[in-house]
């Protein structure tokens, strides 16, 4: 399965913006998070050969605007996508999205497989959706914010499929507890990490740089420079 990372905080291809926010491609259409602008989303999916018209399905892990933010707009551009919102997005939110997809909203309240060795999590035990992917070395992970734990979506992960985790990629949101001075919930999603057997990361967006560096150490080559512009065959 390819992954195509059309939008991050940092950019790892020359003419491929960067912006505060995460999306990726999965595969041919299938589309993860939005990040928070429509127009370098757009911008980007361009410059990496995808198009917007031929995407199947949205999904999107929870609310906030980095994640969520390119959405509307984009949905005027993607006649036939499902889009799988869940329970716990605002019901506004939900209602504008439906204004724009009709019956095409499908919320995801549970762990569901979408199409063949997809699953979308749901917002249990947490408040936001991940995405997994059945992959060639064991499952890869894709997550907005990771908030507030990743060790519980991953542990829930595990609970419905009990399968080797090879990759982590996406936003953790660990680096406000950093800059407050302590690397505690750094030093606890490692351990978690390590303690589920997660092979490889590709941390990015919103991980935080002090984080990152965490995980770089960690991981050695295992640590994915992950970015707006990348292409990974997982
Ligand atoms: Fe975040």
Redesign the pocket.
Known sequence: MKLKILYDNRSMADGVGSGWG?SCLVGDDLLFNTGEKTSLLLENMGKMGVKPASLASVVVSHA?V??AGGLIDLLDQTPSANVYLHSKFPQAFLDNVRRKTGDRLVLVDEFTELSDGIYATGPYPTREQALVIRGESGLVVLT????PSIADILRNIRKHLDEPIDLVIG???L?CRVYEGTDAEGVEAIKAFRRLGVKRTGLC???GEEAMQMFRDEYGDNFIEAGAGLTLQV
């Open positions: 995460f906030d980095y994640s907005g914010c990771g908030q936003g953790l949101h680096a967006h919103c991980t």
